[in-house]
């Protein structure tokens, strides 16, 4: 509802806190769209990182990692920001998006965008900004 770049405070809370009076503002009928990106956005994460969607991943490592609520954020918030066109080619290229993602873990940046301090506002917009230059890479690969 709210992009990324527009969270610009340090009150990670107080912003949650406003988006969800908002939300509790909305009509039945903006709700249900509201839902219904949601769960295309959940599907479109499943399709594309399948069971390590929302977990760290790293090249070499197979283990499943828990759920991270950073990396939960950023990929449903890119998956949900795709044109269904889009999304069919980065279904396409699920490999290629899974390889990318590993490297991208490898950035020392990223990995403390996700993991420490999530509510800065240079680590949110870090990490937006970085999962969006992932999927166009990918999509113009």
Same mark, same amino acid.
């Given at each position: 509802m709210t992009p990324p770049e527009r969270y610009v405070t340090q009150d990670f809370d107080g912003f949650? *806190?406003?988006t969800m009076?908002?939300?509790n503002a909305l009509r039945?009928? !903006?709700l249900d769209k509201l839902e219904l990106r949601f769960r295309l956005a959940m599907d479109g994460c499943k399709d594309l990182f399948g069971e390590h969607a929302f977990?760290?991943?790293?090249?070499?490592?197979? *283990?499943r990692y828990p759920i991270d609520?950073?990396?939960f954020e950023v990929q449903a918030v890119a998956v949900a920001g795709c044109r269904a066109a889009e999304l069919d080619v980065l279904r396409d290229r699920a490999p290629l998006l899974e390889s990318r993602f590993k490297e991208l873990m490898?950035?020392?940046?990223?990995?403390?965008a996700i993991s420490s301090g999530t509510?800065?506002?240079d680590k949110v917009n870090y990490r937006f900004q970085s999962?969006?230059?992932?999927? *166009? !890479?990918?999509?113009?690969?």
């Amino acid at each position: 509802m709210t992009p990324p770049e527009r969270y610009v405070t340090q009150d990670f809370d107080g912003f949650l *806190r406003d988006t969800m009076h908002t939300v509790n503002a909305l009509r039945p009928v !903006e709700l249900d769209k509201l839902e219904l990106r949601f769960r295309l956005a959940m599907d479109g994460c499943k399709d594309l990182f399948g069971e390590h969607a929302f977990r760290k991943q790293f090249r070499g490592v197979t *283990r499943r990692y828990p759920i991270d609520k950073a990396l939960f954020e950023v990929q449903a918030v890119a998956v949900a920001g795709c044109r269904a066109a889009e999304l069919d080619v980065l279904r396409d290229r699920a490999p290629l998006l899974e390889s990318r993602f590993k490297e991208l873990m490898d950035d020392p940046a990223f990995y403390d965008a996700i993991s420490s301090g999530t509510g800065d506002a240079d680590k949110v917009n870090y990490r937006f900004q970085s999962m969006k230059d992932l999927f *166009r !890479e990918v999509l113009h690969a």
